[in-house]
């Protein structure tokens, strides 16, 4: 198993800067893709980017040229938020997968609230 926990959220204005990190710890050996899922209230749960061990990237169109996702392999992986919007409120939760593709994850954190204020 895989245990992910997630720190950075917080509260921050339109167009100001968060950076979100996740620490992977168990069977650490086992990650290949690692990742950040969001979910505002009401709305279905989105891949925002990812990043493989190949290194291949993944963003959302909502948040290309804002964010940018990057990784320590197996160990941790981060989110750079820039130029936050209002729309980008949401509980983000950091994702890794044993597979070295961005379509589907197996492991979860617990989420950490973003909320940026207008």
């Known amino acids: 198993q895989v245990q992910l926990v997630e720190s950075g959220g917080g509260l921050v204005q339109a167009g100001g800067s968060l950076r979100l990190s996740c620490t992977a710890s168990g069977s650490i050996f086992s990650i290949n893709a690692m990742g950040w899922y969001r979910q505002a209230p009401g709305k279905q749960r989105e891949l925002v980017a990812a990043i493989t061990n190949g290194g291949r990237l993944y963003y959302a169109d909502s948040v290309k040229g804002r964010f940018t996702v990057s990784r320590v392999p197996r160990t941790q992986v981060y989110l750079q938020m820039n130029s936050l919007k209002p729309e980008d409120t949401a509980v983000y939760y950091c994702?890794?997968?044993?597979?070295?593709?961005?379509?589907?994850?197996?492991?979860w954190g617990q989420g950490t609230q973003v909320t940026v204020s207008s």
């Open positions: 994702a890794a997968s044993p597979w070295d593709y961005v379509d589907e994850f197996k492991y």
